[in-house]
């Protein structure tokens, strides 16, 4: 591959949005090659053990006759799929690396180092030394250049302080003293995976108490019901069915109604299936809670942490692992050379989220950005795989073919 060759579209990561992207842009006739290797940041970014929140018929990769859906890949293998029924990590990046390689070939596994402007074309530089040039550019980032941590822990580096997202394997933590801080279904399910691991584990959790999801009740049957208890991909409810289903509606609400709506929708909650491994946790005396509790300082002791707490107690460490969420900024997209991000605009200006236009397209003409980073402009759905659908739709039909 060489900087001669000249893409329509150049798709920056195979993950579910990327991929989804790259199927319908392919099936509309544009020269589509994506970069990145497939379902990294799923098989090597989460921990093992892990499994989905969402319900499995609203965790399809979509491609444009919905033929490749998670339910196929689990009747072909003869793998549970159900409401209710929890979908393990292991069993989703399995059907993602199907579903490419069944609609998108065109895939060259390898980073993309950085990415300007020549012109009107985008010039890609590639991590095995070669490079590309694209007419158009879909960044299909995901969570990874997003995370947030604690101010209090700002100034750490691995391994004494650990961002949730780069947790895979948690075998090297058994016998330590892990802190997990957050409260939300990463900080829950790390704990108790931890716990199952045989690590000392501590749970600090600003909330007063946990919160946990219910049961999902039966999906509804009849048109009353559905009417009167909408399913959506959000959740049950017309609130969860009006966000999930009219992203395009929610792009025209006023700019900090809409980063209020995201950041409050969907809180840190447990999911139900969790809950009863927790309290099995807890009962070992090997997980403990503390909530209502931030971390007010820390300071390194040792190879290890020790962390003020707000209500003056003191905590030691070997990790502590932040399951703090992501903060979307403008200033993150690092692939982007210097004078491209520059022209990047944010909802603040110069940072906060990227603004986008009706078909996911930035102020910069023929730079694309969906999944986690287009959240604020279409809605809460953008940040989970039920969104690529909408996503993938919108941005292939502006595409250059």
Known sequence: MTGSETLDTAVVGAGPYGLSVAAHAGARGSRTRVFGTPMRAWAEHMPVGMKLKSEPWASHLSDPRDRYTLKEYCRLNGLPYAHGVPTPVETFVAYGRWFQRQVVPE???????????????????????????????????????????????????????????VVNDLSGFRGKRVTVVGAGQAAIEIAVLLDETGADVTLVARTGALRWNSFPADLPSSLWERLRRPESGLGPGYYNKVLSDLPRLFRRLPRDYRLEVVRNTL???????????????????????????????????????????????????????????????????????????????????????????????????????????????????????????????????????
């Not at 927790?278 to 007010?296: G, M, N, P, Q, V």
């Open 107 to 165: 895939l060259h596994e390898t980073d993309v180092l950085r990415i300007d402007r020549d012109g009107r074309v985008f010039v890609l530089e590639l991590a095995d030394g070669s490079s590309v040039r694209a007419r158009s550019v879909v960044l299909a980032a995901g969570f990874l250049p997003f995370p947030r941590f604690p101010e209090a822990l700002a100034g750490f580096q691995a391994p004494r302080v650990l961002h949730s997202s």
């Open 267 to 401: 809180g840190p909650e447990g999911s139900w299936w969790v809950r009863e491994r927790f309290e099995k946790s807890f009962d070992t005396e090997h997980l403990r809670t503390s909530t209502h509790i931030t971390a007010a300082s820390a300071e390194p002791e040792g190879d290890g942490i020790r962390l003020e707490l707000s209500d003056g107690r003191t905590l030691d460490a070997d990790h502590v692992i932040a399951a703090t969420g992501f903060e979307v900024d403008v200033r993150k997209l690092t692939m982007l050379s210097d004078g491209l991000r520059a022209q990047v605009r944010g909802l603040r200006g110069p940072y906060g989220p990227p603004e986008l236009g009706a078909g996911f397209e930035s102020s910069v003409r023929g730079l694309f950005i969906v999944g986690l980073a287009s959240a604020a402009t279409f809605g809460p759905s953008m940040r989970f795989v039920f969104g690529s659908a909408f996503a993938a739709r919108r941005v292939a039909a502006g595409l250059p073919r």
